[in-house]
């Protein structure tokens, strides 16, 4: 994985922006599966991570066919493939769970999102999300609403699907150290106080707490 996406799959836009490395392309990957993975909420798509990821195994699936079977090296370069497949798989299988799982709520906070604010939702992610939204209610209809009386057969699909708890607890690793992080109070008889996060340190909080800071990538979720 020495060869820099600028020489094949690269992903270079009319700015010039720095390019990319397999590496880096592939730590990416990774925060944000961890990230998607230990999250309570839907986070942030990061859809061109995954279309370059997904270049990138191209490339170096085409370069492992010019590998004499006979090399240890072909061996290597196939965990690592396989590795990096299973990361990907796992990480898009995360967010499948949680659209099913919160898909109303996952669709409104898509749609009352501000202009300009990044899309939670891939285009693909979000026509999955209004074809389950479709498909459960016309279950519900055929199945048994259609067999209540008038005045029972709307369901309002907020208030029925659970949302996302927000206040579940999660482990954190500081990237950027952060000053004065208000912590909400466990108990009644607590007040809120303030806590320094410094770079590198490890941490038990509230999701809600340092949700912001996951999504500047200022801590990493673990």
């Not at 986070?43 to 990061?46: D, F, P, Q, T």
């Not at 061109?48 to 990821?53: F, L």
């Not at 490890?202 to 509230?206: A, E, F, I, S």
């Not at 912001?212 to 990493?220: F, M, R």
């Given at each position: 994985?020495?060869?820099a996406?600028?020489?094949d799959?690269?992903?270079?836009n009319?700015?010039?922006?720095?390019?990319?490395?397999?590496?880096?392309?592939i730590?990416?990957?990774?925060?944000?599966?961890?990230?998607?993975k230990f999250?309570p909420?839907l986070?942030?798509?990061?859809s061109?991570?995954?279309?370059?990821?997904m270049?990138?195994?191209n490339h170096?699936?085409?370069?492992?066919?010019?590998?004499?079977?006979?090399?240890?090296?072909?061996?290597?370069?196939?965990m690592e493939?396989d590795?990096?497949?299973?990361?990907l798989?796992?990480?898009?299988?995360?967010?499948?769970?949680?659209?099913e799982k919160?898909?109303?709520?996952?669709?409104?906070?898509e749609?009352?999102?501000?202009d300009g604010d990044p899309?939670?939702?891939?285009?693909e992610?979000?026509?999955f999300?209004?074809?389950?939204?479709a498909?459960?209610?016309?279950?519900?209809?055929?199945?048994?609403?259609?067999?209540?009386?008038?005045?029972?057969q709307a369901?309002?699909?907020m208030k029925?699907?659970?949302?996302?708890?927000l206040?579940?607890f999660?482990?954190?690793?500081?990237?950027?150290?952060?000053?004065?992080?208000?912590?909400?109070?466990?108990?009644?008889?607590q007040?809120?106080?303030v806590v320094?996060?410094?770079?590198?340190s490890?941490?038990?909080?509230?999701y809600?707490?340092?949700a912001?800071?996951?999504?500047?990538?200022?801590?990493?979720l673990?």
């Open positions: 994985m020495s060869d996406l600028s020489e799959g690269s992903e270079q009319d700015s010039q922006e720095d390019v990319m490395t397999p590496v880096e392309l730590a990416k990957l990774e925060e944000a599966w961890l990230n998607e999250s909420d986070l942030e798509n990061k061109e991570v995954v279309e370059c990821v270049e990138q195994l170096m699936e085409d370069n492992l066919q010019r590998v004499s079977k006979g090399d240890m090296k072909a061996s290597v370069h196939r493939i590795r990096i497949r299973f990361v798989s796992s990480y898009l299988r995360s967010r499948l769970q949680k659209i919160f898909f109303p709520h996952v669709l409104e906070k749609k009352s999102r501000a899309s939670y939702l891939s285009p992610e979000y026509a999300a209004r074809e389950y939204l498909n459960t209610e016309t279950y519900l209809k055929a199945i048994a609403l259609r067999h209540m009386p008038p005045n029972l369901v309002d699909m029925a699907v659970p949302e996302p708890c206040d579940s999660v482990f954190l690793r500081v990237k950027e150290r952060q000053d004065n992080i208000m912590v909400e109070p466990e108990t009644d008889d007040r809120e106080y320094d996060l410094d770079v590198g490890q941490h038990l909080m509230r809600r707490t340092i912001p800071l996951v999504s500047t990538g200022a801590v990493q673990i």
